[in-house]
């Protein structure tokens, strides 16, 4: 009787304990485990790339993985805090610069032993240590259609100061229906948008003109101060992008509709990067295309682009797999991985011994703009600021210039009042 008390309860908690099983670790008929890595990232055109790259090596590896991807209007952020509070962060996760590192740096593997780190000049390094690994190099800026710069006689590459910029657009507008133009500028502010202005072209108040490491403007900001000078040439730059989009892209339109109708040849400029590529090539875009010069400066001379790694992917310290994890990174880094993000997402290498090249336009002109020794501006001082500060106190400043609620005044002033709180 006691042996069948005692059978019946051994079956009781073995059935207990299936019913309960963790998601991460299954076992099947052959008793092997099966495990599975997360990757988390926060690029839309890379997923579907990524997870055939990520079958595969599963397959090889004996473990599934998971891409997961939170872009556009989604917040990466609000999704690693959920993750983490539910007892779920990712193996492998995406920092955009010391923003991320002080979110999760407690949570970060250090990564100074691996293969990898001596084959690029784009990891993430804090405090003596390496953290990330760099996804890719992408720039961004204006990307322009040199089909209609080339009709209205424009050379792109002089347009290196604010008065070169006002000549052009002023004689590209008096051209716009004869090149079949909606507006100069595809650019949006609203909601949700708020990382084009907020971000991106908050780079060029924080960094143009300067060095690559020249974090000057980004100090000054994190004591609540801003260089008042700078800053209202800065306005003009933005008064002057404003001026040449149109009501509907400025307020109303995604960035989705952004690529489309520059792909579509309905403005001259686009104010994004190299991952637009594939949007604007769907949507009939086969024309070449270029960076202009970013010229915030006012009459100041400006010759730069903003290039670099945009993003780094870093491991957690405490994930269950994490040698899995670390070999994951290892083996992407490779000829296999680098020629998938080269050839398949159209991204440039950030890896040394990668001798895949771009062959789409706009990755094209920027690795070569890169290789001809071109001036590069700061990728990563905008992501420096406080978590939320770009996004949630200056997108909407921006967009309330946009929209004609206040004047570029009042733009200057919020602007100052926004930075003052960082004290």
Known sequence: ?????????????????????????????????????VVYQNKAEVTDPLQRYADAWGEANGVKVEVKTCTGTCDYGAGMKSDMAAGETPDIFIIEGDTGYELYKTIMEPLDDEAWVANTDYAYEKDGHVYGMPVAVEGYGLAYNKDILDAAGIDPTTLTNLPAYKAAFEKLDGMKEELGLTALVALPTADGMYWIMGNHDLAAYLSSGLDYYDTTVVDLMLKGEVDMDRLSTYADWVELLYQYTDEKMLISSTNDDQMYQFG???????????????????????????????APLGDVETNGLFAGA???????????????AKKFLNDLSGEEGQKMYVEEINLISAFKTCTAKPTTPLAKALSDWIEAGGVAYSFTNQYKTPDGFNMNKLGPIYNQYASGSIDKQGFIDLFADAVATLK
């Open 1 to 37: 009787m006691k042996k069948l008390v005692k059978l019946l309860v051994a079956l009781l908690v073995a059935l207990s304990l299936v019913a309960c099983g963790g998601g991460d670790t299954n076992t099947g008929d052959t008793g092997t485990e099966s495990k599975t890595l």
């Open 264 to 294: 579509a040849g309905k403005y001259a400029f686009m104010h994004q990067g190299t991952w637009a590529e594939q949007p604007v090539a769907e949507a009939g875009g086969d024309f070449e295309m270029g960076f202009a010069p970013y």
């Open 310 to 324: 945009p993003s780094w992917y870093c491991v957690n310290k405490d994930s269950a797999n994490l040698d899995l």
